[in-house]
């Protein structure tokens, strides 16, 4: 299992937007991927495809979210993508 850590990079956090990009972004892979907030107050996994779960994470401007799947190329795509600031887009 493949695994990495980031900071998120949007400067609103993960809400609609971004929440929707990435969701996309992991809906392309046929591999399960998944967010965890790191010290949040539930260390359950989300799915990255679901743009609703991953608004529900709560994830704001320079949390740590570590992303996680068996597809090393979707975990690097994905940690990317919440790295970037995906408002300015």
Known sequence: MASKTVTVGSAVGLHARPASIIADAAGDYDEDIFLTLVGGDDDDETDAASSLMI????AEKGDQV???????????KIA???EKDLDSE
Do not use: D
């Open 55 to 58: 608004m529900a994470l709560g």
């Open 66 to 76: 570590t992303v996680t799947s068996e597809n090393a190329e979707a975990v690097e």
């Open 80 to 82: 990317a993508l919440i």
